[in-house]
């Protein structure tokens, strides 16, 4: 594959021209420290914050080490657990306790089909909490959403449907610019659009499926994130999962940060290439990791790598921290690499334009290699997309699979992708897209800064929507769930094994939808349940970022 701005095939052969192998240039970590300040963790945890340059100057992150006793007292309670689940099964084996779980049957010369550990933890762990996830919503997924009620006769292991809604906020959809709506512009539009072209296309775009709404898509996404050109696939998740493996293969060295989704790691293993994870964030390992690719090459043979794909987020979005983007283009530029960016979290929600990250360090886009997103977040729709050169996107459309075998995107879904991206664009001749950037990043920052201010521990950059609230204890897990909705608060909770051990949370995700007096009531709430739980961890000074740095359209 050719590409306008240097082949993405090309080898590295002679990266070494531009790249002394010498000794590592003085550390981030070793400069003058300031305090909680500036998002660098010098041992993947609260650290050292350091203020480097301009964009620097202004970047907030906090990851608060767990205290030592409550890390005590958390392997404590799920060693308990573990113990507990061990003579229950064992009562089980025996008859003394009636197994009500789907077991898998012992079939003689058949290896089990399920791995024990995950069998053991669903029956006798998550079990016990399995009402705080998979429940039923009746409704839009705006700021107050509609949940249906549940009942369990026998501790989880099956339940009931009473019949009752509970109407509360919602604070777990990632809805972050507030367009998940069933009313308005936008809505008015898709139902035109079904009325026309129906629900489905029965057919990949490379058969009978390629419409001119989706040629409309391609080309707005193209000139909104300010690239040559982009394709448009029907889900997020295989977005990168199908895509990464027409990128890079055999040969081939991806450099991925440790906290990266699911789908990017999927998508990496199909490649086939060597990958290689740095410390989340952590300038220093990454440029270690790519000197030593570049001075050493392939393992073994020592030839240059093919290509190096550096695999990023802009927002990550278990732990509510954003990419140190300025920072990965200067390495991408120094070793000769290539960038692939997932801004599933950051696009729409991030930036003065709602471009994501790179609107919000205000970078150039043509020198991200790769731009990847979601339309399931921001936009309230489905699907994602793919952006870059035109040589790229090209390729993509003869050789990525989510493309060539997929049935192409429903109209409805493509057309509500079209109408939120033409009103954050202004296309639509009023202000409403930039009320809802405006909202959104007002009301990330005075909410985290009021949880920070009442000693919780949180996670993340003080502009991202996500806000993790640690949690730790596994029975604060589930009793922080069921206390929040009772109160009238939808949130979701995360525990092991999507999370480290002793790092369970509450995740918020915040949304131009909430107003000033949704998230003071939230505030109560979590303080109410906060104060039930005893969960004011945090000994650290408060920061000192607020929310009046953003002006609101009225």
């Known amino acids: 594959m050719a590409t306008g701005r240097g082949s993405i095939n090309r080898k590295l052969e002679d990266n070494k021209k531009d790249v002394l192998c010498t000794q590592m240039p003085e550390s981030h970590n070793n400069r003058p420290k300031n305090g909680h300040k500036n998002g660098l963790r010098s041992n993947g945890k609260n650290g050292s914050h350091t203020s480097q340059s301009r964009w620097d100057e202004d970047f907030f992150e906090s990851f608060e080490e767990t205290p030592l006793l409550v890390a005590i007292l958390t392997y404590l309670g799920y060693g308990l657990l573990v113990v507990i689940g061990q003579i229950r099964d064992l009562m089980r084996a025996y008859g003394i306790e009636k197994d009500k779980s789907c077991t898998e049957p012992k079939l003689e010369g058949f ?42 006769p026998d ?93 890079v293969s055999k040969g081939s060295l991806i450099l991925s940060d440790e906290l990266n989704h699911a789908s990017l790691v999927l998508g990496s293993r199909l490649s086939g290439a060597l990958i290689r994870t740095y410390k989340h964030n952590d300038m220093d390992d990454l440029e270690m990791k790519l000197r030593d690719a570049v001075c050493n090459g392939q393992p073994r043979t020592h030839r240059p790598w093919k290509k190096i794909l550096i695999v990023v987020e802009g927002v990550y979005s278990m732990e509510g921290s954003i990419i140190r983007l300025p920072d990965v283009l200067r390495l991408k530029k120094k070793y000769k690499a290539y960038v692939y960016l997932d801004e599933a979290h950051s696009i729409g929600a991030m930036g003065p334009h709602g471009r994501g990250v790179v609107d919000y360090f205000g970078l150039d886009p043509r020198d991200i290699d790769i731009m990847m997103g979601t339309f399931t977040k921001s936009f309230g729709s ?22 060539i075998y997929s049935t192409s995107m429903s109209p409805p879904v493509a057309q509500q992708v079209i109408s939120v991206m033409k009103v954050i664009m202004g296309k639509d001749g009023t202000n409403q897209g930039m009320k809802h950037i405006r909202q959104l990043a007002w009301n990330t920052r005075y909410f985290r800064k009021r949880l920070q201010d009442r000693g919780y521990i949180i996670y993340g950059n003080k502009d991202s929507p996500v806000v993790p609230l640690l949690l730790y204890m596994p029975s604060k897990v589930a009793m922080f769930s069921r206390e929040t909705l009772k109160r009238g608060m939808a949130t979701v909770v995360v525990g092991f094994p999507a999370t480290p051990l002793i790092e369970t949370r509450a995740r918020f995700c915040l949304s131009a939808a909430h107003t000033k007096e949704m998230l003071d009531e939230a505030l109560k709430i979590i303080d109410d349940v906060g104060d039930l739980l005893r969960l004011r961890y945090s000994s650290l000074k408060p920061p000192d970022f607020s929310e009046k740095d953003i002006q609101l359209i009225e």
Not at 130 to 150: F, K, L, T
Not at 162 to 188: H, I, R
Not at 225 to 236: K, R, Y
Request: neutral net charge.
């Open 155 to 247: 501790y989880g292991w099956n339940f009931q449907l009473t019949g009752k809604k509970l109407n509360v906020m919602n604070f777990g959809s990632y809805n972050y610019l507030g367009f998940a709506e069933n009313s308005g512009p936008c809505c008015d539009q898709v139902q035109a659009v079904t009325e026309k072209y129906g629900v489905g296309v029965c057919a990949s775009r490379q058969e009978m499926g390629y419409m001119d709404i989706h040629r409309e898509l391609d080309l707005l996404v193209a000139e909104f994130l300010g690239v040559e050109a982009a394709i448009t696939v029907p889900m997020g998740f295989a977005t990168n999962s199908m895509n990464m493996p027409a990128l």
């Open 111 to 152: 290896v089990p089909l399920f791995l024990s550990w995950e069998s053991f933890y669903t029956r006798n762990l998550y079990r016990r909490a399995r009402d705080c996830w998979n429940r039923p919503i009746s409704s839009c997924a705006g700021g107050r959403i509609d949940v249906m009620e549940r009942v369990s």
């Open 382 to 403: 489905a699907g994602g997309y793919i952006g870059g050169s035109k040589s790229l996107i090209n390729h993509l459309r003869t050789q990525a699979h989510s493309f």
